[in-house]
């Protein structure tokens, strides 16, 4: 009896583990979609289903920056987005801002 109660208090842990462990994981968000940049000289980039609330450092400085997805993308003229610049809804596009770093907002 008492090697069936250890058994059973075994497989409770488990069990309490293994919801604790899925139910404390969450699937990051993303926006859908794209945001599009190119150079002066005209390279063109793109970052494809941008998660949201992550800071993306630019390869280059865009001339021109295009959001072509569902969620509004925060701009900065610096890296790691400091000196925020504005904030582009979905379905827009912004020039000679130069922007180095983006961060989608929702």
Known sequence: MLRIAHVA??????????????GLTSSAEAAT???RYFSAS????????????????????????ANNTN???????????TNFTDNLPPGRAVSYSNPLSVRVIG
């Open 33 to 35: 979609g794209n945001i």
């Open 71 to 81: 969620k509004t993308v925060s701009y900065f003229f610096g890296a790691n987005c």
């Open 9 to 22: 208090r075994l497989a409770l842990a488990a069990g309490i583990a293994a919801v604790l462990a899925v």
């Open 42 to 65: 005209g390279q063109e980039a793109r970052i494809d289903n941008p998660p949201d609330n992550v800071c993306i450092n630019l390869r280059f400085r865009a001339q021109l920056l």
